[in-house]
């Protein structure tokens, strides 16, 4: 392996001042839920960014979604006389402007027996939601490589995988059984806090529902247990918005009227607040490839093949962007893409302060490498990893967690085509404590040296060599839906 230099002094390409400033800038739109007028604000600035550093064929392709915007939520008790912080699950429905008051009605974890113990007809179902496990053992099974310089990321659990509730099910459960409304208790949350944007399917969902955090729980718990009454507000809007997904292409050395292969790297923009990790860290390196690869740094030579950028949208509406960029493209330039490239999550590592916030610990976020390719390409992934000291890093089974990663560039994994994403699960994505403190600033420029050298090599080899021996070729069946983004029970009359 050629090993390239970039983002030297010579370099027109950013350097960590930039990424960082771009960063800040993408924060201070605010908080940029799919169809936010925040979120199609940062579409122009990135059109923008992208017509500035020379890319061609930039467009907005509309990804019309759900755009679920709260307003009010309230939990109040007269018996005792009681008001609760609390924050409406997404997707959720809206209550009547004077709320709904009706007693709670207990349901522990969910389970069978437990619904089977009571009537929740007319009542507010509560139930103790519980977080998976992020065991590190899942992310090293049928790993390419293991990159662990300290030997700190250990096979039991490294902490709980918020963005996925086990027992989410119950919310259906409740309404099946005739509940209301319905709360869920956040007593796995390593913070207090009731700010939580999980689910992000995208599915509009039938009852009312509210969020509270784990130092409340025990309180509304004991009330439920006794059938307290209580009222709950939870007041927005629901419209369908075209959000878009932000394309450019910087063409290959081909020539205008050949059919090149390209190849595609992709992050997407929007966030449940305004969040830095998630995802401004990963548009700083999308736009520092864009930026390096537009210029040819040094005056080296194009690349054979077209090289596509694409912000996606709807990551926090079941990850719609590429699915639809997927759709829209597969009987065309996605015939000839022979890798795509996924980038999210530059991350500091946190732990739990004991006092109701986060520490960090100095150490990155356990990366995930997700894969799906040949050993050659996981070669080439290995090789460049190692040459920019990227530590943490796990290139994992793209299929240990389900019918696709959990990674927003999932759709060109399924599509068949050889892929790799980055991406980290720290515990505060889902929450306002994603400031730009939690970004692993030392970790950005190496991040973008990684898929920049990554891409080069990958330049130079057969599709067919990238593509050997993948686990899910070209014209595999569908991928159900996973776990994460299961859609609505049908709920019977």
């Not at 956040?186 to 130092?215: H, N, Q």
Request: glycine share 10%.
């Amino acid at each position: 392996m050629t090993t390239h230099t970039t983002f030297d002094s010579k370099s027109p390409a950013p350097r960590l001042g930039e990424m960082l400033g771009w960063i800040r800038r993408i924060v201070g739109f605010g908080t940029r839920r799919p169809g936010y007028a925040q979120s199609l604000q940062v579409e122009q600035w990135l059109e923008a960014r992208f017509r500035e550093f020379g890319l061609a064929e930039v467009r907005r392709e509309p990804v019309p979604v759900n755009c679920w915007e709260p307003a009010v939520s309230a939990l109040t008790f007269s018996e005792p006389a009681l008001e609760l912080p609390c924050f409406p699950i997404p997707y959720t429905a809206w209550t009547a402007a004077e709320g709904l008051a009706t007693p709670l009605a207990f349901v522990g974890e969910g389970s069978p027996e437990e619904f089977q113990r009571g009537d929740l007809r007319g009542s507010i179902a509560v139930a103790n939601m519980r977080f998976a496990n992020l065991p590190g053992a899942a992310l090293k099974r049928g790993a390419q490589f293991i990159r662990d310089a300290n030997q700190s990321v250990p096979d039991g659990p490294m902490h709980v995988a918020n963005w996925m509730i086990r027992n989410f099910p119950a919310y259906y459960e409740a309404q099946q059984r005739g509940a209301v409304g319905f709360i869920g208790l956040l007593v796995d949350s390593p913070t207090d806090g009731c700010d939580f944007y999980v689910p992000y399917d995208g599915f509009l969902k039938g009852l009312p529902g509210l969020w509270v955090g784990r130092e409340h729980a025990p309180q509304v718990r004991a009330l439920a247990q006794v059938g307290a009454a209580a009222r709950i507000v939870s007041l927005g809007e629901n419209r369908v918005v075209d959000s878009h997904n932000i394309v450019g292409v910087i063409p290959g050395s081909g020539g205008p009227n050949v059919e090149r292969e390209n190849i595609i790297i992709t992050c997407h923009h929007d966030a449940p607040f305004a969040s830095a990790v998630e995802d401004a860290s990963g548009l700083a390196v999308l736009l520092a490839l864009a930026k390096e690869f537009a210029a040819t740094p040094g005056g080296g030579p194009r690349l054979r093949r077209d090289l596509i950028f694409v912000a996606s949208s709807g990551h926090f509406h079941g990850g719609i962007g590429n699915r639809v960029f997927v759709q829209r493209h597969g009987e065309g330039l996605l015939k000839r893409t022979v890798a795509a490239f996924g980038v999210e999550h530059i991350a500091e590592e946190v732990e739990s302060d004991q006092h109701g916030g986060y520490r960090l610990t100095g150490r990155p976020e356990v990366r995930a490498l997700f894969f799906d390719g040949s050993r050659k390409f996981a070669g080439i992934l290995a090789e460049a990893a190692e040459g920019c000291g990227l530590d943490r890093m796990i290139c994992a089974d793209a299929y240990g967690f389900g019918p696709e990663p959990p990674c927003d560039s999932a759709p060109f994994f399924t599509a068949g085509i050889p892929s790799a994403c980055h991406i980290s699960g720290p515990l505060y994505l889902f929450d306002p404590q994603d400031t730009i403190d939690k970004v692993r600033a030392a970790d950005l420029v190496p991040v973008a040296k990684f898929f920049a050298n990554a891409i080069r090599e990958v330049d130079s080899v057969p599709a067919t060599e990238l593509a050997a021996g993948m686990k899910r070729p070209r014209g595999s069946p569908p991928a159900p839906p996973p776990p994460w983004f299961q859609p609505p029970k049908v709920v019977g009359i």
